[in-house]
DNA sequence: TGTGACATGTAAGGCGTTACATGATTAA
DNA sequence: TTAATCATGTAACGCCTTACATGTCACA
């Protein structure tokens, strides 16, 4: 009955990268890797717990100040196995989530007034993100050198890039049609 | 403590198009819709009884052969008004859950050789998905009469058209880059 | 001294998948 | 007569979200 949990995969993945408390995984979710996946540190923390009880990570704590002290984890050899072992893994075609396009299907009338708003809500929308991700490349990747350097996280940021300026450029096919 | 379940609007798009049983319902979910969501009858039959508890649609029982009933629902006024107040909701962006491009994401040497196979494997995926998309709008959408008959279904279909002819064009330039 | 970020947890409950289960109908 | 499709359900369980909860640290 198992499930995908492509979650513990993502944490064995930052974690082989380098060492990283469950703050610091949860904030990967809210930028890069949030492109493609998200999770919420209540899911990670306790997921963070059995992991280790299965032996794929190991914690130290570090002092933080005073009375602080943080979990700071680190990928274990098996980890790191089970981790290649979803690398090496064939990937099936995941079927996108997308609730405006939901809701563009249910709308058979091409004159329907709704369908205007709903349009330009949409662009705005992805004309921000393209910019943000525009932003992130220029930040993160502003030479060959670094692109090379972390080439997976580059070709990835460079489709989700991609992916923006076609579907903004499919809205303002629809918007043109729509015209007519 | 609501989750969204964005299934109970898309069974109620549906019903709004025409009556159907929970079959039906469940097939749509593997050709048209299955591009956005996807839903399983285990998920489908029983939601369809709570709606009908909450007066959303209704059903009547339709014979088929000799011993047979089917369950026919259709939608209520109270299910319509909620699938109204869905549709003109704004929504938001929701975040594309790839399980390649977070494997991709996670490769940092550009010339490993794990990649080539990998984006072999997805462009062979993404081909395939691209002709079956094909092959649909040519045979849902023969002209413009029909396309316009049901314009949101077919404007969702121009999309992941679209879609996969830029996955299938970065995924190229991916591999042009990866023999420099 | 207070605000925002850092840091980590638990609880309740809905959502979604896999598996188990059964039977009728249709067309070859 | 047999295989594919039609047709409808339940059970177990894992995934994920929302909400509740607490406390520290750095900086202005």
């Keep these: 009955m198992a499930q995908k949990n492509r979650l513990k995969y993502i944490i064995l993945g930052l974690l ?3 060492d990283q408390t469950g703050y610091d995984l949860t904030k990967s979710f809210s ?6 996946w998200d999770a919420k540190h209540s899911q990670i ?11 794929l990570i190991i914690h130290k704590d570090i002092k933080v100040g005073q009375k602080l002290f943080k979990k700071q984890y680190s990928i274990t050899k098996d980890g790191y196995n089970d981790f290649l072992n979803w690398l090496k893994e064939p990937s099936e075609l995941t079927s996108n989530h997308d609730e405006f396009l939901l809701k563009l299907y249910f709308i058979r009338d091409k004159h329907s007034k709704i369908i205007n708003t709903m349009i330009n809500d949409q662009l705005f929308l992805h004309q921000k993100k393209l910019e943000s991700l525009n932003l992130q490349l220029s930040q993160k990747f502003p030479n060959k050198k670094t692109a090379n350097a972390q080439y997976g996280h580059f070709a990835v940021l460079k489709h989700a890039i991609s992916r923006e300026k076609d579907y903004i450029n499919w809205l303002n096919l629809i918007i043109e049609d729509h015209l007519l």
């Design 16 to 18: 082989n990268t380098n």
């Design 45 to 55: 923390y306790p997921l963070l717990k059995k992991m280790e009880i299965d032996n």
């Design 31 to 36: 930028s890069d890797i949030g492109e493609f």
